[in-house]
């Protein structure tokens, strides 16, 4: 059923351009995101018709309509499951899922723990802007200790999550960072992402101009580094780990952690592993009389 | 109230005395010598003590519904003596193994007026002499059982050596415990006449629970995908379907919680399989966001809601009906959906099917009740109905190139627009939850946004006017007309058929509602005007299918039978209640 003709033809940028407007403030770190996952899709060879775009709510999110390809805009903090369910039902397509910290780490929580230990064949694009947005710029899980935010003016009081933390903790198979100021970097990283068997997770260090002036553009370019660039080796989740724990000085970017024997979802999955066929591709009657013998 | 042509037997325990296996077995048994039966399990929400019970009533005619008392009551457990004791009928029989049995007063009272007689047998001591491990004790008061009801031990053997074929080194034991309780004797112990008359031709029947039809209905239907989280009573359908996985190639899979199980779904069902999930009402309500999302990105959806008493956890293990108005109006936002009810295997396994065409062909979400008492309950049938064609309502491969970039979620009369599906050369589109356009793009503005409201409302009038009207069983003219859905339609018509069969003076109907929801009220309101009464039979507290009728066409019936304790309705429950109206009416 899935488009097999795609798979021979070139694809250019212009074919992921959509009529629709852009409605993000300016200067939004989202800009630079959508460019950049383009430009990846495209130098994968992905078509519009092979492309399963996945977007949570969010600034971010509101962005589904102003790009092409197949899109699924869901609900807050619910993105991941659903892109869970595309990709396990067919295989042939190139899912990404894009979310905010918002939604992945406040009401997606569970759904990120489990989509890692899964190891869904998913890239996902975490949007990592320390804030809620579209709500006008209240505190997320990643906002930092202190900062006074809408509805924390005296400061978040809790310990905030640490997303390369949680994430390698979790045995993630891919783990990188990056920032929305970094084109380049982010084509590189999204590039691997979509490539990598598995699930992938791309934290994505935003600038938010409007709520976020705790970490600016400003802020994040004077403290990234692309630790690819180093003699870091994105095999060892221990050195990982150690890499990415500074989010405060010398901030690394780039593959953090790589496993080159990752094996997605499906292909550990004893009843399906085997089976060439997507589901998709299943649904026709099937015969129970195998099984009604056996209750006679 | 004993019934004619009906022997009753339950076997109780605690948890973990294989009590469900005892019944099982009784079960088939009862089948392969040409009985028919219907086998009712009750259990605690613990996995040892407690007290379980499998009642078994049986029949030389077909019958799917239960006694409220029994005529013999096996008892392995000093707790499920205290619990069940009551629940054996006038003139009964209790057998039981537990050492040093002290009755109470009231127990004594009880038998002493009903003539009760209570018998114990050492099964644990003559167990062991001859042999026998000490969890053997059921297999020994079987053969008691079995011996007292006269009925051949040649099936029930088979059925033994069916049951552990994959424990080869049992079987003989086991074999041995049979005929060790066979031989047993007790002065107070007398065989039954059962005056029954066996049916060979039916030994070929199925013993069938509601769950493992639905879930058969499932791999008829051609779904690839089921996802749930374990949750009594919809846990046996994944439980089933993953035991059979490695035939059927489904993608069966426990997911982390409900609302990632009904995320999943939606996912896998918009890239183009049939997928479908299973809870309870407290799984369900974490579903019901997505409910939403699913209507209106417009995505099939389709969920087994079997329910159990609530609020909150309630009695996890237990019967009833009480999320009716919950399926009907899950969700935020108004949208078309349908709900549908299962009360047997029959109609589980050709409603699963029906709900998924549904969901396809209307891009809707279609919500299956059941109940624990018809998903665990063990129904004799001698087939389940032929498959029913598959109605995906996808736009054929040859027409996607005529596709036009607004048609995904184009207005159309009926408001099922073309769906096509992620990977195909065609022009792509945005399954939005935001508010949308054609091709999915968002709107905020008033007029587009109430276009595609209406749009998708209309599902429903078209809905309304495809969905069958109720069956009706019995006479279009009727003293009393029940109307029910779910399980007391087991309940009602085994009444209303002993009724009958019995000279009964009245003039009986049963009105039986599978599509509940868009509610389809007219045939009600056209037997109610003929009939002298119209009764609501429903296992819930408030008559929520009466309440939602109402709403929707302003019938108010005269009577509503209501149970909310757990248990299913008895049969011997609508018979009183029909005696109870002829005396009225005399």
Redesign the interface.
């Known amino acids: ?3 097999n ?2 798979s021979t033809k070139t694809v250019g940028l212009a074919e992921y351009a959509s009529p ?1 407007a852009l409605t993000w403030c300016p200067g939004c770190g989202n800009f630079g995101i959508q460019v950049a996952l383009k430009q990846a899709l495209v130098a994968q060879g992905v078509t ?3 492309a ?1 775009l996945c977007f949570d ?1 969010g600034c971010n999110g ?1 962005g ?2 102003k790009i ?8 807050h903090g ?1 993105i ?11 295989k ?2 190139t899912v990404v899922a894009e979310a905010g910290d918002g939604a992945t780490f406040g009401e997606g929580v ?2 990120f ?2 989509a890692v230990r899964g190891n869904f064949d998913i890239t996902f694009l975490c949007h990592n802007n320390e804030n809620y947005g579209l709500t006008k710029g209240q505190a997320s899980a990643t906002t930092r200790e202190d900062v006074a935010m809408n509805s924390n003016p005296d400061g978040v009081t809790s310990t905030p999550i640490h997303p390369q933390r949680l994430a390698l903790s979790l045995g993630a198979t891919f783990s990188a960072r990056i920032f929305s100021g970094d084109i380049a970097g982010m084509n590189r990283v999204f590039q691997a992402a979509i490539a990598h068997k598995g699930f992938a997770f791309v934290e994505i260090l935003q600038n938010c101009p409007t709520y976020n002036k705790h970490t600016p553009h400003e802020w994040y370019q004077q403290r990234v580094y692309n630790i690819n660039e180093t003699d870091h080796d994105t095999s060892n989740r221990a050195a990982a780990v150690a890499a990415a724990e500074d989010i405060n000085e010398k901030v690394a970017t780039g593959i953090l952690y790589q496993d080159p024997n990752s094996v997605p979802f ?1 292909m550990r ?4 592993k085997d ?1 060439g066929a ?3 591709d ?5 015969d ?1 009389t ?3 013998s056996r ?2 | 109230m004993h019934i004619q042509n009906r022997f009753v037997v339950k076997v109780s325990g605690a948890s973990g005395q294989g009590i469900n296996s005892v019944g099982e077995t009784i079960s088939k048994a009862i089948k392969e010598t040409g009985l028919y039966s219907f086998g009712y399990r009750e259990y605690p929400s613990l996995i040892k003590g407690g007290f379980a019970s499998f009642q078994v009533d049986f029949s030389s005619a077909p019958l799917a519904s239960s006694s409220d008392k029994c005529d013999m009551l096996l008892v392995l457990s000093v707790s499920a003596f205290s619990v069940y004791y009551s629940s054996v009928a006038k003139d009964g029989t209790i057998i039981h193994s537990v050492i040093g049995l002290q009755q109470s007063e009231e127990q004594q009272k009880y038998f002493s007026e009903n003539n009760i007689k209570v018998v114990f047998v050492p099964a644990q001591q003559l167990v062991k002499e001859a042999g026998g491990h000490p969890l053997m004790v059921n297999t020994f008061l079987l053969g008691v059982l079995w011996q007292l009801l006269g009925l051949s031990f040649d099936h029930l053997i088979e059925v033994l050596k069916r049951t552990f074929a994959k424990k080869p080194e049992v079987i003989e034991l086991n074999i041995k415990m049979l005929e060790a309780g066979k031989i047993f004797q007790n002065e107070n112990l007398q065989p039954v006449t059962l005056g029954f008359e066996f049916h060979p031709e039916i030994v ?5 629970s509601g769950n ?1 039809a639905i879930a ?1 209905g499932a ?4 779904v ?2 089921y ?1 749930a989280y374990p949750m009594t009573p919809s846990s046996s359908i994944l439980s089933y379907l993953a035991a ?10 426990q ?3 409900e ?3 009904a ?13 479908m999930c299973g809870t309870s009402g407290g799984g369900f309500d974490l579903m019901t ?2 409910v939403s ?1 699913a209507a209106m ?1 417009e995505t099939p959806f389709v969920c087994v809601l079997a329910q159990r008493p609530g609020p909150a956890t309630g009695l996890p293990t237990w019967t009833n009906a009480a999320d009716l108005l919950l399926a009907a109006f899950a969700g935020h936002g108004e949208y078309p959906r349908v709900v549908l009810a299962a009360s047997d295997p029959q109609s589980g396994y050709v409603l699963t099917q029906v709900a998924h065409n549904l969901a396809d062909v209307y891009q809707i979400p279609v919500i299956l009740l059941t109940e624990k008492q018809i998903a665990e309950s063990h129904f004799q049938i001698k ?2 109905p032929p ?1 029913i ?2 109605k ?1 309502g996808l736009v054929a ?1 040859d027409q996607l190139e005529s596709l036009q970039k607004m048609d995904r979620y184009r207005s159309t009369e009926n408001g099922v627009s073309l769906r096509w ?6 022009p ?7 508010e ?1 356009l054609g ?4 709107t905020e503005d008033s007029v587009p946004a109430k276009e595609i409201f209406e749009k998708r409302m209309r599902k429903l009038e078209d809905l309304k006017k495809v969905l069958p009207d109720p069956v009706l069983h019995g006479e279009e003219t009727a003293d009393i007309v029940f109307v029910g859905w779910g399980s007391p339609k087991l309940a009602v018509t085994d009444a209303i058929d002993l009724y009958v069969q019995q000279g009964g003076s009245l003039k009986l109907s049963y009105l039986h509602y599978e599509y509940m929801y868009p509610v389809k009220p007219e045939k009600l309101q056209q037997l109610a005007e003929k009939a002298k009464k119209v009764v609501f039979v429903e296992n819930n507290g408030t008559g929520q299918f009466a309440k939602l009728i109402r709403m929707e066409s302003g019938y108010t019936p005269d009577d509503l039978l209501l149970k909310n304790d757990g248990r299913p309705f008895f049969v011997t429950e609508i018979v009183a209640y029909i005696q109870q109206s002829e005396g009225k009416e005399a």
């Open positions: 059923m899935s488009c003709s795609c629709n519009p018709h092979q399963m709510v509101n589904s309509d092409d390809g197949y899109r699924f805009h869901g609900l619910r991941l499951p659903v892109a869970a369910g595309i990709a396990c039902a067919n042939k397509l569970n759904h723990v489990h499906m999955d004893a009843v399906r089976l997507e589901l998709i299943e649904v026709k009657t099937y129970i195998p099984y009604t209750m006679r | 070929d029947e199925m013993i069938i493992q058969l791999v008829a239907a051609g690839r995908a996802y059979i996985s490695h035939e059927t190639g489904m993608f069966v899979k997911i982390e919680d609302i990632s199980v995320s999943l779904t939606v996912g896998s069902s918009f890239a183009g399989t049939r997928a966001e997505t999302l990105t087939d389940l498959a064609e598959i995906r491969e599906l992620p990977g195909q050369c065609a792509t589109f945005d399954a939005n939850s935001d949308h091709d999915g793009s968002l």
